[in-house]
């Protein structure tokens, strides 16, 4: 089984500022990797499919790089609506597997 | 607009059963693979089931394994999750997803997702 591990747990940003978030798998994903973004309260919902494509309706300022085992989701200017957890998924392998979070909070 | 909406969670006690529903609309249902996901209070993420468009292949994570069946009913465009023998572990959000593909075996990422059925197992 693959393991995800995401970094840092916690991300202290202001508004306006850049993000990266990192994923890291234990083996190689290829680009078989999503990022979903969380709020309090909410269900998941998908950011990026194949390490890089935007799904339908997330805004241009959310961007996905990586292949194998190292992923980043980057955030370009936070804006207030995107303080939130965000986790990585590989579908490369079965059984699909999460990794544990990174908390976007208000610095 | 796609929807997906569960149903069925509630408190029971260690051993007992439950089924859980997740009624789906916007979308060709029989096209799509489906599958459940569970989050435990204040935890992230755990994929717990998938099955085909057909209903023909199933899936399971090892921890429900044997005691969990996931079904689908193409005629009434709805989801099941049928649990026995749940434990304490077993307490958490279980969301419906869907699949971008017919057949994911197994695996895939989740375009779509219900807002969630909190299930509690607890004496």
């Known amino acids: 089984e693959i393991v995800m591990t995401q970094s840092p747990a916690t991300l202290s940003v202001s508004p306006g500022e850049r993000a990266t978030l990192s994923c890291r798998a234990s083996?190689?994903?290829?680009?078989?990797l999503a990022w979903y973004q969380q709020k309090p309260g909410q269900a998941p919902r998908l950011l990026i499919y194949?390490?890089?494509t935007r799904a339908t309706g997330i805004p241009a300022r959310f961007s996905g790089s990586g292949s194998g085992t190292e992923f980043t989701l980057t955030i370009s200017s936070l804006q207030s609506e995107d303080f939130a957890v965000y986790y990585c998924?590989?579908?490369?392998?079965?059984?699909?597997?999460f990794g544990g979070g990174t908390k976007v909070e208000i610095k | 607009e796609v929807q997906l909406l569960e149903s069925g969670g509630g408190l029971v006690q260690p051993g007992g059963s439950l089924r859980l529903s997740c009624a789906a609309s916007?979308?060709?249902?029989?096209?799509?693979?489906m599958s459940w996901v569970r989050q435990a209070p204040g935890k992230g993420l755990e994929w717990v089931s998938a099955?085909?468009?057909?209903?023909?292949?199933?899936y399971y994570a090892d921890s429900v394994k044997g005691r969990f069946t996931i079904s689908r009913d193409n005629s009434k465009n709805t989801l099941y999750l049928q649990m026995n023998s749940l434990r304490a572990e077993d307490t958490a959000v279980y969301y419906c997803a869907k699949l971008p593909y017919y057949d994911s075996s197994g695996t895939g990422e989740f375009d779509y997702w219900g807002q969630g059925t909190l299930v509690t197992v607890s004496s």
């Open positions: 099955i085909s468009g057909s209903g023909g292949s199933t």
């Open positions: 998924q590989q579908y490369n392998n079965w059984p699909p597997g």
């Open positions: 916007g979308f060709t249902f029989s096209s799509y693979a």
């Open positions: 083996q190689s994903v290829s680009s078989n």
């Open positions: 194949g390490a890089s």
